[in-house]
């Protein structure tokens, strides 16, 4: 099973709430959810946030729109990504980001099959905005077991690029140049502008902000 785990939390330091900001008539987390579910490659998909009652609001956005959702340390996020895989019973985790509203379908399936055909431990997408991260569940089970530097416990994929592993960056897609997550209210402003001012597939549209 390849599961795509969505790791969201309402507590970001530099724009609060992020997740569940609207773009283009729906929050950036559904957009994500999306583009999971539009994946040919994967076969489950679960939103990871945290025990803390500021998360509520993501349990109660996805309990009413059919998301299903796990919940582990708000801190801990590799903890709680091994614990989401196991209780799911994934082979393969495809770890997505809800403040990566542009990824879609293609860019995820594209980077999983990179992954499955080269037989990688880690392969990360490195496109700013189009973040896709795809290891095996015994991979994680090891990253959870020997990761014990508090920045390889909350930033998940971190320990994967220490030399223990053999990992590899991607570029898809290729033509798109610049910062496209969204961290702060002015990144938020020049995502919205450009998912409501054209469509995902108009790369230069894209390249022009």
């Known amino acids: ?36 579910m539009a994946a040919e490659t994967i076969d489950g998909v679960v939103v990871a946030t945290s025990t803390m009652g500021s998360d509520l609001p993501i349990l109660e956005y996805c309990y009413h729109n059919d998301i ?17 895989a196991k209780f799911y019973g994934a082979s393969y985790i ?9 990824v879609t379908g293609d860019v995820i399936d594209r980077v999983v099959k990179l992954h499955l055909a080269a037989d990688f431990d880690y ?8 973040d896709v991260e795809v290891f095996s569940y015994d991979n994680l089970t090891k990253a959870a077991k020997l990761a014990t530097k508090p920045e390889d416990r909350e ?19 290729d033509d798109i140049v610049g910062k496209y997550s969204v961290d702060t ?7 919205r502008g450009v998912m409501e001012g054209c469509s995902q597939n108009q790369r230069g549209c894209l390249n022009a902000h």
């Open 94 to 102: 495809v770890r997505l980001t809800g403040d990566c509203p542009l």
């Open 1 to 36: 099973m390849i599961l795509a785990i969505i790791q969201a939390r309402m507590t970001s330091q530099r724009l609060p709430g992020k997740v569940l900001k609207e773009i283009a008539g729906k929050p950036m987390l559904q957009h994500v959810v999306d583009a999971a």
């Open 185 to 191: 209210e002015e990144d938020f402003e020049k995502i």
């Open 123 to 130: 392969t990360k997408n490195a496109v700013d905005g189009y």
């Open 155 to 173: 930033h998940v994929c971190l320990f994967f690029q220490n030399g223990t592993f053999d990992w590899v960056d991607c570029f898809i897609p």
């Open 68 to 84: 299903e959702t796990y919940t582990g340390p708000l801190d801990d996020v590799l903890e709680r990504f091994y614990r989401t």
